[in-house]
C-alpha cells in the first residue's frame, strides 16, 4: 500500500494548551470538543470539516492556517496584508503536527475576505518591479474584474499548482453547482500532484469526493462520517426530492 501519510503535509492537530475561559475560543463546541479527544487526525489528503453555523469551523481552520504561517486574511504564505486585525487567539494554543515534507506550494482561503485578497493583488502589481506580475500567475486579469465565481477559479485552475496545502473556507460560496464539480475535479487533479486540502464547506456535493474523509462537528463531538450520515446532505436531499413537501410543513400557518 503506498504510504499515504508520506504525502500529508499536516498529519494532526491538537491542543497545546486550553485558551483561558475570559476568551470566547474557549466556549466554541469545535475547541471543547477537540480538547476531550486529544488530537484530530488527518487520514486523506482531502478533509472536510461540516457542522452547524457557529460551531467554530472557520475559527478552526483559521487558526491552522496562521500556524502554518498564511496570512490570517487569506493569500500565499508570502502575503501579509492586513486589512483587520480580527483574527482569534486560538493559532497561540493549537499544536500542529506537520508530514516529513515541507509543501511547496500553498493557500489559504476564506470566502469572507478573498476581496482583499484581490486588492492586495492589484496593489502590490500597481508598483513596479522585478520580474512578471503576481496577478500572472492567477490567470492573467485582475481578480476585480471578474466575479466571485470567475475569480475564485481563476485562482484554484492558474495559481494552485500542486504539492501544497491548500485550506479552503466555504470554497462554494462563489460557485453554481456547475463550478462546484469543476472545482472538484480539480482537487483531485492536484491531489494526484501531491496535495492536501482541508476544507471547511456546507456544500453536500462537495463533500461526495472520493477518498476523503469528513469530520462533522455536532453537539457531542467530532465524528468521521460518510458523506450519506451528514445532516447537510440528508437535509439537502429530503428537500430536493420534494420540495413541496417540506414548504408545505415551513410555510404552514
Ligand atoms: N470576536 C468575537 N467575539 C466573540 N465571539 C466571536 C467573535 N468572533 C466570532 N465569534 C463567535 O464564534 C463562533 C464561531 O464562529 P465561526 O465563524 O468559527 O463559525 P463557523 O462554524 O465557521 O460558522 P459558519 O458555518 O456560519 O461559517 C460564532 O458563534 C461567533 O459568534
Ligand atoms: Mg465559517
Keep these: 500500500m503506498a504510504d499515504i501519510f508520506g504525502k500529508l503535509y499536516i498529519r494532526s492537530i491538537r491542543l497545546a494548551d486550553m485558551p483561558p475561559p475570559r476568551d470566547y475560543v474557549s466556549t466554541l463546541p469545535v475547541v471543547r470538543h477537540l480538547a476531550k479527544m486529544g488530537e484530530l487526525r488527518f487520514n ?17 481552520v483559521e487558526a491552522l492556517a ?10 500565499t504564505r508570502n502575503f501579509q496584508f ?45 508598483v513596479p518591479g522585478f520580474g512578471p506580475p503576481i496577478i500572472d500567475s492567477y490567470g492573467g486579469v485582475s481578480l476585480h474584474e471578474q466575479s466571485h465565481g470567475e475569480s475564485f477559479m481563476a485562482l484554484v485552475e492558474n495559481r494552485f499548482g500542486g504539492n501544497g496545502v491548500y485550506i479552503l473556507d466555504e470554497p462554494e460560496a462563489a460557485l453554481s453547482p456547475m463550478r462546484v464539480m469543476t472545482l472538484m475535479a480539480r482537487i483531485n487533479e492536484l491531489v494526484k500532484h501531491n496535495s ?51 414548504l408545505k410543513y415551513l410555510l404552514e400557518e
Design 44 to 60: 486523506k489528503p482531502v478533509t472536510f470539516l461540516v457542522g452547524e453555523n457557529g460551531v467554530g469551523k472557520s475559527t478552526l
Design 66 to 75: 496562521v500556524a502554518m504561517g498564511f496570512n490570517a486574511e487569506g493569500g
Design 196 to 246: 492536501q486540502f482541508i476544507i471547511s464547506t456546507h456544500s453536500p456535493m462537495l463533500m461526495t469526493l472520493p477518498g476523503a474523509e469528513i469530520y462533522e462537528i455536532g453537539s457531542r463531538g467530532i465524528k468521521s462520517v460518510s458523506y450519506e450520515e451528514t445532516e447537510h446532505f440528508q437535509t439537502m436531499k429530503n428537500f430536493l426530492d420534494a420540495p413541496e413537501r417540506s
Design 82 to 126: 492586513s486589512t483587520e486585525n480580527t483574527h482569534s487567539s486560538l493559532y497561540e494554543y493549537l499544536s500542529v503536527v506537520k508530514g516529513l515534507k515541507y509543501p511547496k506550494d500553498g493557500f489559504f482561503l476564506r470566502a469572507e475576505s478573498f476581496y482583499n485578497v484581490a486588492t492586495n493583488i492589484d496593489e502590490l502589481d500597481s
